[in-house]
Nanobody, 121 residues
Framework: QVRLTESGGGLVQVGGSLRLSCAAS????????MAWYRQSPGKEREMVAA???????YYLRSVEGRFTISGVYGWSTLYLQMTSLKPEDTAMYLC???????????????WGQGTQVSVSP
């Protein structure tokens, strides 16, 4: 079992920055990848960024170059540094963990409650 708690969301103006944090606890030795997802009303949940135990990173095309995912060794904390924020980045951001041998968007079984990011024009 893995427990995840996000923090760091808030209201920011266009062009601003935020750093999200995800504190993880539990069976972290079984985790092979962690990710940030986001969801806004009326839209499907989408993977924003992911990082594997081997250090490979994935970014949603619309955030590439603006967002950076990083983690503390051992998975105790996951970060998402967000810069040059746009109104379309407004969403609930959720941290997720995968303990499957191969991790893909549908294999993340552990989720936090989320932290709201709102970007004002």
């Amino acid at each position: 079992q893995v427990r995840l708690t996000e923090s760091g969301g808030g209201l920011v103006q266009v062009g601003g920055s935020l750093r999200l944090s995800c504190a993880a606890s539990g069976s972290l030795s079984s985790v092979n990848a962690m990710a940030w997802y986001r969801q806004s009303p009326g839209k499907e949940r989408e993977m924003v960024a992911a990082i594997s135990s081997g250090g490979n990173k994935y970014y949603l095309r619309s955030v590439e170059g603006r967002f950076t995912i990083s983690g503390v060794y051992g998975w105790s904390t996951l970060y998402l540094q967000m810069t040059s924020l746009k109104p379309e980045d407004t969403a609930m951001y959720l941290c997720a963990a995968c303990d499957h041998p191969l991790c893909a968007p549908g294999t993340y079984d552990y989720w936090g409650q989320g932290t709201q990011v709102s970007v004002s024009p």
